[in-house]
């Protein structure tokens, strides 16, 4: 299963490596991380997503998290009403001539053509992996030359 | 935050060190010097602080966890960068292994060749991540204060620990006027002491209807000193205790209730009480997979409280019902405040474990007139010091067969690697501890193979007049290997025989230490007494049984109730 966890830590150096090694020596893979600063100034927020087999992994993962000294909080929201958002940006082949066509697959996921080539342009989408997923496969068929992602980051939704 | 400058008058970076281990109290250092550390050593030419040279980095690390295991407190340990650092990483994972608090000092270059590969670096920071319970950098000659503070708040507090602090060269030798505010301020490390009263009470009323409740006491009561407290509630609510390995010490072994080791070469009575119980009360072990071979088939209809001061441990292994992270003193003597009314009759359950006891000790074959049994050996040395001494053991058989038959009677006095397993552990640890506590009766138990692994350590028993009794196992091979292949590869014995020994008897001589070897059965008893009556350090060879099995034993992966070996 997917689980998506955030976690608050002092952006002291090695935190990163510190984070990542706790999870791979158990043995769990991470599908993304993503790390940068907060409303604290030394503060950094990590989101993992990783995929785990049952909720006692991601119970281990989260209070092995928890024991690290530069780890001020780790939550687990993927059962909280959440937020989250990847950026995706994507260098797609477009010839003059289907340049209208792929504006039509851009629209509808709000995406944005932010360079513009002889035969390319360079497309950002940002959303919930599901989304860039699907806008990926949307336009995979036109060629896709260069892709970046920045992995998922997000938090929980306001108390309401 | 804002930083807090504090004056001094202008101090060197290593001059700061030695202030901050002096605030600390450090009693002795074990090190080794070179390049990196040449500062410090220059600052310790002047230092009050004892500093023991042992002969390998190992060793010092080791020794320093000797006497941190006997005494509770940190071991303090200096070694060169690269390496010198690298030499010090087995110790570092068996400190980690077991919980043990340790502050490390590894040299590093200076500043400007960190990360360029410069002469005699190593990445100890990238290497000691997973093996320390932290790790810091000086990056500035002012936090050194801190740091220091920091560390031996951290290896001491929560579930003990190694730290490494890595110290650049430049920063040694770097002065200043000023320091850093040292205020301990680490906001995401606040290690829970106290227990839950909600979960003491879930305790207490399962206590009150469970009909065969067992305790299993691991090093966490070791640790926290709870022996006595232990005592009282296990002997209030007439509970059996079954120990660990590291846990050994924490309850009197002659007492009715307990039921010795359990795991993999447990007694008998113990690994089934692991089995049948229907509350089974872990106070500070982490059901290693030694204890629990098999987690699906322990205590299997059992409700499961599990005390222990890091939470990432409940649960890890076996499904909890009742979790309490906290102290186990303090949870203990919280428990011991509470009352219940005991609903149940617990005296067929006390009688089951009795009859399983007595019938099913540890045993072997004590008639042997052929050759010298190493349990033999183990238990007559129990008798000549009372069952008090300091025991470190190497890894392998003699480990086990000390977990068996020495009776250890106090905490703080095992000392042996019972996580990571580390060869080679038991003659510096030892050493360690009879320098925290010269006047007390040290012995290390050592297998020929592990011996030879640190044995180079004989130099400093001189050096530093450390009154050690050192027994060596000898059974020509590096037995337990030998016993796994018997068992579980069709005895072949690839590589678990020695082709030939030193002697180690001259060996001792060649280091100016008193050797002897003993051989005779029937004379076992009275040379032992004589070798022990012995006033200074001194090397007993004892050669024994080269095929000797150390049974019962679970088979890796059984229920602890598959045992084999059973007499
Ligand atoms: C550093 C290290 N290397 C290898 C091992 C694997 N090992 C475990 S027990 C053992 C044999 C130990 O032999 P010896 O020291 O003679 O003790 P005995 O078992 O004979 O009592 C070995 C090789 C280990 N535990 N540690």
Redesign the interface.
Known sequence: MRRIITAT??NS??VL??IT?VIS?RQYNIDSISVGWTETP?VSRITIVVHVDSL?EI??VT??L???????KVSDITDDPHMERELALIKVNAPAANRAELNSIIEPFRATIIDVGKTSVVVQVAGTSEKVNAFVDSIRPYGIQQMARTGVTGFTRSAK | ?IKVEKQTTTKSGAQLLIDALNAQNVEMIFGYPGGAVLPLYDAFYDCDIPHILTRHEQGAVHAAEGYARVTGKAGVVVVTSGPGATNALTGIADAMSDSIPMVIFTGQVATPGIGKDAFQEADM??LT??IT??NY?VRDVKDIPKIIKEAFH?ATTGRQGPVVIDLPKDMSLATTDTVNDDTIH????QPTLKPNGMQLEKLMQALATSSKPVILAGAGVNHSRATAELLDFAERYQIPVVNTLLGLGSFPQDHPLFLGMGGMHGSYAANMALTDPDLLINFGSRFDDRMVGAPKEFAKHAVIAHIDI???EI??VLTTKIPIVADIKETLTQLLEMSITDETDKTHWYKLNMTRKERHPFTYNRDSKAEIKPQKVIEIIGEITEGKALVATDVGQHQMWVAQFYPFSHDHQIMTSGGLGTMGFGFPAAIGAQLAYPEQTVVAFVGDGGFQMTNQELAILNDYNINLKTVIINNGSLGMVRQWQEKFHNERYSHSIFQSQPDFVKLAEAYGVKGVRLTDPQTLAADLKEAFAYPGPIVIDCVVSPSELVLPMIPPGKANHQMEGVE
Do not use: F, H, T
């Not at chain 1, 928890?66 to 001020?72: E, H, P, W």
């Not at chain 2, 680490?186 to 490390?189: A, S």
């Open positions: 830590v002092n150096s090695g490596n510190r090694g020596r030394n006692y119970e281990q209070k092995q928890n024991k690290q000294i530069d780890v001020l | 935050m920071i990238g991540i997973p319970k932290y950098q951290i680490l906001p995401g490390y890091d939470p990432a649960g890890k």
